[in-house]
């Protein structure tokens, strides 16, 4: 009897112990440990992973805890570990998809460029390599037959990505949010007009109750036959070629480039960049006036003085270009008009 009782604290206290390894924390790695789980992998094969990489102290802890909750289901992805953890907690860790990831953010206005600069900063793809998967169309030219790249396509939003996202997945990601906002907004019109005025609104104004109205006077333009004479397009025209350093010169606004809205008439042939929600609305649904002309206000307001009349117009720029003038003479930062 009394070698019954000893042999019952034995195995409590081997329990104990055997319970309480599994809840103290662990840390064999000495750099970030990531662990790689495919669709459909076994627990067996989990714990193996987590062994080798130093995880858990040994596959074992981790196929104990899997005993102790056998309804929980063990998520697929990429795992990052970085602190000592128990095997109770790195288990907690797979039956919730806690998986790594990197958040790409991508505001309205963004360029391909911009973008690039942005994916090459994350480390997971290169820029170039993003570039190249934006130059071809193929992604969205069934819904867009007239896009040449992916420019326009690409809504500005929050992406999550992983080490292993390609150029190519992202830019699916992307153009998929586009088919999903489109969907839920447009009427029946080409898409590929609509998101290069939109894209235009994007960059001629940051104010969404102005872009119904940019809307407007551009098109009253296109109407006419009037040239836009839109810088940002100037600028992407320059940006195409590789020669913009900052600022608008004679030459960007005297080039033949088809992108540029001073000496071509009509839209660009595409999108100039990546327009949101707002801006798609605005083109789809531009306010009814006969304006032609914007400059931006003087006062810094981010808004527009609109015109009917050259001869107003030209008194509005002249406003603008001496208060622009008194703030440069003050120190302050210089300001774009607009047209």
């Excluded at 808004?303 to 509005?316: I, M, P």
């Amino acid at each position: 009897m009394r070698r019954g009782r000893v042999v019952l604290a034995l195995l409590s206290a081997a329990a104990a112990a055997a319970a309480l390894t599994l809840l103290l924390p662990y840390k064999g790695f000495d750099a970030d440990a990531y662990i790689d789980i495919a669709s459909g992998t076994k627990t067996t094969e989990v714990a193996r992973l987590l062994a080798e990489g130093g995880v858990v102290r040994s596959r074992w802890d981790f196929l104990a805890v899997r005993v102790l909750r056998p309804r929980a289901k063990l998520q697929a992805g990429e795992y990052l570990f970085r602190q000592p953890a128990s095997a109770w907690q790195t288990f907690r860790r797979l039956a919730s998809g806690d998986v790594f990831y990197y958040e790409l953010t991508v505001p309205e206005g963004k360029n391909i460029f911009d973008i690039a600069a942005a994916v090459d900063k994350l480390g997971t793809i290169r820029g170039d390599d993003f570039l190249a998967a934006a130059r071809g169309a193929s992604l969205i030219r069934d819904l867009a037959p007239g896009a040449v790249t992916l420019e326009g396509y690409l809504f500005p939003d929050t992406y999550r990505i992983t080490r292993h996202t390609t150029a190519t997945e992202l830019c699916g990601l992307m153009t998929g949010r586009f088919r999903q906002v489109w969907k839920s907004i447009s009427a029946d019109q080409q898409v590929h007009p609509v998101v290069t005025l939109a894209s235009l609104l994007e960059k001629e104004t940051a104010r969404d109750e102005e872009r119904p109205i940019v809307a407007s006077a551009l098109q009253n333009r296109l109407r006419l036959g009037m040239p836009l004479d839109c810088d940002p397009t100037a600028i992407y025209a320059a940006l195409l070629e590789h020669r913009y350093y900052g600022g608008l010169s004679r030459s960007d606004l005297d080039s033949k480039n088809p992108y540029n809205t001073y000496q071509n008439a009509g839209l660009p042939p595409g999108p100039i960049a990546n327009p949101g929600l707002s801006s798609l609305k605005a083109a789809l649904n531009p306010d009814k006036t006969d304006f032609i002309y914007f400059v931006a206000r003087p006062d810094g307001s981010g808004l527009h003085t609109f015109s009917r009349e050259l001869e107003a117009h030209n008194r509005a720029v002249d406003k603008y270009r001496r208060a622009n003038l008194k703030r440069n003479q003050a120190g302050a930062p210089k300001s774009v008009p607009r047209r």
